[in-house]
């Protein structure tokens, strides 16, 4: 006797997708949140700027303020003209020569530093790996 299976493929990949969209958004807004823990808090608004600027749902995460790219490297930078760290409007910085540490206030948050997110990445990776497996796993199963 004869047997026929037929798979649906395209509803296959279909739930796939789904399901790794929802774990990429769910584990995407814990990665925030971990960088931020790493994140020098400021009075502007860097880490506020995290929550507004990112595309949780994308798995994009941005920090948008004029000094962010500044901040995250941790190397001094200054106006190209003037060699001063407060750059004129619209100038792009560039690296202090020789190269110049940033010194980060610790008083608002003792882990303030630079590259937050591979150091939220050194100390975390391992659970944003298991909240994404178990986040498909669950979409996966509905």
């Known amino acids: ?3 026929t299976v037929n798979i649906n493929t395209a ?7 789904a399901a790794a969209g929802k774990a990429v958004g ?3 807004e814990i990665i925030l949140d971990d960088c931020n823990e790493y994140c020098p808090k400021d009075q502007d608004g860097l880490i506020a700027s995290s929550y507004t600027n990112s ?3 994308k798995g ?3 920090w948008s303020t004029p000094y962010a ?10 106006d190209p003209v003037t060699k001063s760290a407060y750059a004129r409007e619209e100038q792009k910085k560039e ?6 540490d940033l010194d980060y206030d610790k008083t608002k948050n ?8 591979e150091r939220a990445y050194a100390d975390k990776h391992g659970e944003w790996q298991e909240i994404y497996e178990k986040t498909f796993r669950e979409e996966l199963n509905k």
């Not at 509803?11 to 997708?17: G, L, S, T, V």
Request: with cysteine.
């Open 1 to 3: 006797m004869p047997v």
């Open 11 to 17: 509803q296959i990949a279909m739930k796939i997708r």
């Open 26 to 28: 769910t584990v995407a």
């Open 55 to 57: 595309d949780i749902l």
């Open 60 to 62: 994009n995460l941005v």
């Open 69 to 78: 790219r500044y901040l995250y490297h941790g190397l001094l930078m200054i």
């Open 95 to 100: 690296l202090a020569s020789p190269e110049v």
């Open 110 to 117: 003792p882990n303030a530093g630079a590259h937050w997110c």
